[in-house]
Nanobody, 113 residues
């Protein structure tokens, strides 16, 4: 059974940083493209960042230059380093095996002064 569990969310002031983690079980992330999404109005999810099996990185336009996605295949863990956070980054962040229905329950990030 595939399970993805995110952690690292919390409340931070504008300009602050957080590091999200996603521990996977039941699937070896080294064999899949992995991604972080966040919830947007309309109960939709937008792509924040993705990393292919060959470590090709993709970022949403609003987070380029501020967020960094990485993977540790030995630990079967996906990361999202978020720097220079803005209030508009406030959301529920999800880890996903991209192009599948495997999602974590999400971790909440709040950016507020």
């Amino acid at each position: 059974q595939v399970q993805l569990v995110e952690s690292g969310g919390g409340e931070v002031q504008p300009g602050g940083s957080l590091r999200l983690s996603c521990v996977a079980s039941g699937v070896g992330i080294k064999d899949y493209e992995m991604a972080w999404y966040r919830q947007i109005p309309g109960n939709r999810r937008e792509l924040v960042a993705a990393v292919t099996v060959d470590n090709i990185l993709t970022y949403g336009d609003s987070v380029k230059g501020r967020f960094t996605i990485s993977r540790d295949n030995d630990k079967n863990t996906l990361y999202l380093q978020m720097d220079n956070l803005r209030p508009e980054d406030t959301s529920l962040y999800f880890c996903s095996v991209r192009y599948t229905n495997f999602w974590g329950p999400g971790t909440r990030v709040t950016v507020s002064s």
